[in-house]
């Protein structure tokens, strides 16, 4: 049978604000870390084959699961055949008071002005439900 490598979680001393930035510097990699770190639980790898209502290939997903977690925003456990994965907040926040906070914030104010953009685009050409071009 064959073991699995244990996966990398950096020491919380090991986190810098670097890599934090670095990690959520990817469209599709902030909006997964804003999605495990609004919930109350684990999320399964696999409730993100679909962000920002784009299909992402599974390869893509574990490399960018794999950057936050080795950024040290999340942490990665194997249950089975499934990775389940928690946020770091609590923890990158005694490092870094409020940082994970802040970017939490203007994240959700980008994408509601995204939002709100597209919607007035889309009323503003006559179209329902399709995409400004």
């Not at 986190?15 to 959520?24: D, Q, S």
């Not at 390869?59 to 950024?71: G, I, V």
């Not at 923890?91 to 914030?105: K, S, T, Y």
């Amino acid at each position: 049978m064959k073991t699995m490598r244990p996966l990398f979680h950096p020491s919380v001393e090991d986190v810098t604000v670097e890599g934090i930035l670095h990690a959520l510097s990817d469209p599709v990699r902030v909006a997964i870390f804003t999605d495990i770190a609004n919930s109350n639980c684990s999320q399964n790898c696999t409730n993100f084959v679909n962000v920002s209502e784009r299909p992402i290939p599974k390869s893509t997903l574990s490399q960018h699961f794999k950057a936050l977690r080795e950024a040290g925003l999340i942490r990665g456990e194997r249950r089975g055949v499934e990775m389940q994965n928690t946020s770091r907040c609590t923890e990158i926040d005694q490092r870094f008071p409020g940082l994970i906070a802040a970017i939490l914030n203007a994240h959700n104010i980008q994408s509601r002005d995204k939002f709100q953009s597209s919607s007035n685009n889309r009323r503003k050409s006559g179209k329902r439900g399709t995409r400004a071009r």
